[in-house]
């Protein structure tokens, strides 16, 4: 069977990048988009406008900061860090990503009735 790439889950978007900038450190928003694409062995697209849209929602949410800076490629560029309300969040967003993960995995072991 091919291998598609997938969108998104609603509501994970904000999870992976969390953790990502709390991982890796200051990213641009393409750069953050390729890691995440990258650590899912490209199973996951991140489409640019959402990335972005993300982005800006976080900033807002306090989460992250943004500050210009220089890109590998000598461009100028926005580089997302992850904030102390950030490190929070992502320590609240794991707890529940992980408890409701394994409500899901525990639905999925139950036998079928035939």
């Not at 929070?88 to 409701?100: D, F, G, H, P, V």
């Amino acid at each position: 069977m091919a291998r598609s790439k997938a969108d998104i889950l609603q509501g994970t978007l904000d999870l992976m990048v969390l953790k990502t900038l709390d991982a890796m450190g200051p990213m641009h928003g393409y750069g953050l988009a390729r890691r995440i694409e990258q650590l899912s062995e490209e199973a996951l697209q991140v489409n640019q406008g959402t990335i972005y849209l993300c982005l800006i929602r976080l900033v807002q949410k306090d989460w992250i900061t943004a500050e210009w800076g220089t890109s590998e490629n000598n461009r100028r560029a926005k580089f997302y860090s992850i904030s102390r309300a950030g490190r929070k969040q992502l320590a609240a967003e794991t707890e529940n990503w992980e408890r409701i993960s394994g409500v899901i995995g525990r639905l999925l072991q139950l036998a079928t009735r035939r």
